[in-house]
């Protein structure tokens, strides 16, 4: 359709940059939403120029409660057909949840979770009216794995964000398909901004992926309209034996699989 677009939070840097690069190489055209306005402008002419789409950006933090609606302002502004939306942006909080204020769960809340919602409950309507659409929510392993004593809302918002996908299916009718992409390890600076890069590190090499390939793994899930894609055989393993091993087990190999999020607080 004319004057397409995919819209891409969380865009200059890890599985969001990748995401963005593997829709400029198909030809599709791009509206990059990240925190950062000088990364987000020299990525937006780097793509443009790259592979002869157009690519606008937005500068937004997620955090805010308002900014899904500006988002979504910005692009009926310009008049944007939104018919891709990748739901990428997140971070992780660090500590126990009692040492983690608030607020800052409030947060770490509206990017992971009340923002997706958001922003997909805006983009559904105009895919509704123009005949389909296609939307990723880049979920995690984690939303199979048993609670963790680190980062103790990740995994269980990460399990919401898959069921709210899979609900999505209902608009299946209307041409719109949802994909919840679930990485295990990823080599990010996701880590390093979430405080637990020491964890990551300890991780057997096995574990860990690239973001390109978790990218490629996603985009190609989504357009063949999968409810899930958990890329790469790896994790495929890990998530069927998450599902049929008692947590108790689970608890015994935490060590290998994820160093320091099961440690007693």
């Given at each position: 359709m004319?004057?397409?677009?995919?819209?891409?939070?969380?865009?200059?840097?890890?599985?969001?940059?990748?995401?963005?690069?593997?829709?400029?190489?198909?030809?599709y055209n791009l509206i990059l939403v990240a925190r950062t306005k000088d990364r987000l402008d020299s990525l937006s002419s780097e793509l443009a120029n790259e592979y002869n789409i157009d690519c606008d950006?937005?500068?937004?933090?997620?955090?805010?409660?308002?900014?899904?609606?500006?988002?979504?302002?910005?692009?009926?502004?310009?008049?944007?057909?939104?018919?891709?939306?990748?739901n990428n942006a997140g971070y992780a909080l660090p500590n126990a949840f009692h040492e983690n204020?608030?607020?800052?769960?409030?947060?770490?809340?509206?990017?992971l979770g009340t923002s997706v919602i958001a922003l997909t409950k805006k983009y559904i309507n105009d895919m509704i009216s123009n005949g389909g659409g296609k939307i990723m929510i880049v979920s995690s392993v984690a939303a199979y794995a048993p609670a963790s004593s680190l980062q103790s809302?990740?995994?269980p918002v990460k399990t919401f964000m898959n069921r709210f996908s899979e609900s999505l299916s209902f608009y299946n009718k209307y041409g719109i398909s949802s994909t919840a992409v679930c990485p295990g390890y990823t080599v990010t600076n996701f880590h390093t901004a979430s405080g637990v890069q020491a964890e990551?590190?300890?991780?057997?090499?096995?574990?860990?992926?690239?973001?390109?390939?978790?990218?490629?793994?996603?985009?190609?899930?989504?357009?063949?309209?999968?409810?899930?894609?958990?890329?790469?055989k790896t994790w495929k393993v890990i998530v069927f034996l998450l599902k049929i091993i008692p947590h108790s087990v689970f608890r015994l190999v935490s060590g290998l699989l994820a160093p320091g999020r099961y440690d007693d607080i």
């Open positions: 004319k004057n397409s677009y995919a819209l891409v939070t969380g865009a200059t840097s890890g599985i969001g940059l990748e995401i963005s690069k593997d829709l400029a190489k198909r030809g950006f937005f500068p937004s933090d997620l955090t805010l409660i308002n900014s899904p609606n500006e988002i979504y302002e910005y692009t009926s502004q310009k008049k944007y057909n939104v018919n891709i939306l990748i204020s608030l607020e800052d769960e409030e947060k770490c809340l509206r990017v809302l990740y995994g990551m590190d300890s991780v057997p090499g096995f574990l860990k992926k690239s973001a390109k390939r978790i990218a490629q793994e996603g985009v190609d899930a989504m357009f063949k309209g999968k409810k899930v894609s958990v890329p790469t």
